[in-house]
Each structure stands twice: as C-alpha cells, then as structure tokens.
C-alpha cells in the first residue's frame, strides 16, 4: 500500500508551523493492528443378445481416472505499506543540508521536537516538545555528499514496526530544493490508516519547520 502526495510548496504557507505542531501533538497522543465430481463406472458393455449363448460379454473398459486435485496456489504476500512525502525550498541544497543533515539536528527546525540526544550507542532520544513522548532512533546510511541518509525505529509510540526511513535533498534548480521523505514499515492489522496519518503529520510538520527556518 502506497500512500504519496503531490509536491507541496511550504515557502508561501505563512502559520503553518503552529497548526502542523497542534496536529502532530494530537496524532502522536491518539496514535498510541468426493473430488467434486462422482466416478461413472463407463464403457461396460452389456452382453450381445443376438450373439451366442456361448460368447462372452466384452470386458469393461477399466474407468478413467480422476484428474488430481489442484493445489490451491498461495495467498500473494501483502506489501509493506510505504510513505513519501516531498516539499520544494528556497534554499540550494548545500543551506538545507547544513541545516537538517546532522543526525540530531531536528531540535532546530522541527515543531514537535523539544529534545534530541545522541547516546553513547550512536542512537538518538527524540522527546517531544510537550513531554508527552519519545522516539528512539538508529542511523543506518548516510552519504553527506549525496545529502541524503537513512534512519531506523528503535522504539516510538507509534503503531509501525521495521520502520526505516530516508531524508534526502536534491537540488532542482538555482536556488531551490526538494525535500523528500519516505519510510516502508509494518503495521498491526487495521492500524495502516492511522500509521500513515501520524507520519504524514510528522514530515509535514517538519517541512513547515525547515521553511519557517530558512526564512527567518
């Protein structure tokens, strides 16, 4: 399952960031899955009544045999659901680079985060700016070069498992960049929906954030 949005331009959305903050706060508290036809016995010929008394009757033709039951052919795997979000900036893509490429940089330009740490494993504890939840994260790549890297959930409250996500920047023309952000996961039976709302809510927070940053 495959949820994708048009390209959005944040750099003209003045005010976003509040309400992408008040949304993403409510998403992240309400967030937290026989052989189906019978044998004819036929060809058995009966006796010959014109033929002599002495004349034995034909031997039955032995019956065709049934066809072996088809095995059913197996249930095609579901698809992990995936996520890709991507928001055009004003910005070359060395600016907004330097600003979201740290691994822990999200407390500067993120609504909902109040707090990111690195610990001495490399991960990074996100806590949201009310307190109400935290984040656990592994880098898993990164290409600085290429401006883009990977991360993974260790633990969060949302309803996803085998989350792994990739933040890139690509320059599309002097002066502006795309953003894009895309995650493939797992999800409890029935929780698709409200995973992909919480993380939708999420990027787009955060593009409102990066714009709102690099304006001011």
Known sequence: MIASAPTQDFTKQGGAVPVAKIAMTHLLKTSLLGFGAALVLA?????DASAPATQAAAPAEAAPEA????????????????????????????????????????GDWHPVVGSCTIGDDGNRTIVTADGSATFIERETTRDDAAHTYS????????????YVASISVTETAPGASTITWSSHYTTPEGMDAVAAEALTGIYEAGFAGISASLAG
Do not use: K
Request: hydrophobic share 50%.
């Open 43 to 47: 060809g058995c010929n009966a006796p």
């Open 67 to 106: 066809a072996p039951e088809a095995t059913p052919a197996p249930a095609a795997e579901a698809a992990a659901p995936t996520l890709s979000r991507s928001v055009t900036i004003n910005a070359d893509a060395a600016t907004v680079w330097a600003l979201i490429g740290p691994f822990c940089s999200l």
């Open 151 to 162: 991360y993974a959930i260790v633990s969060s409250p949302l309803p996803v498992a085998d």
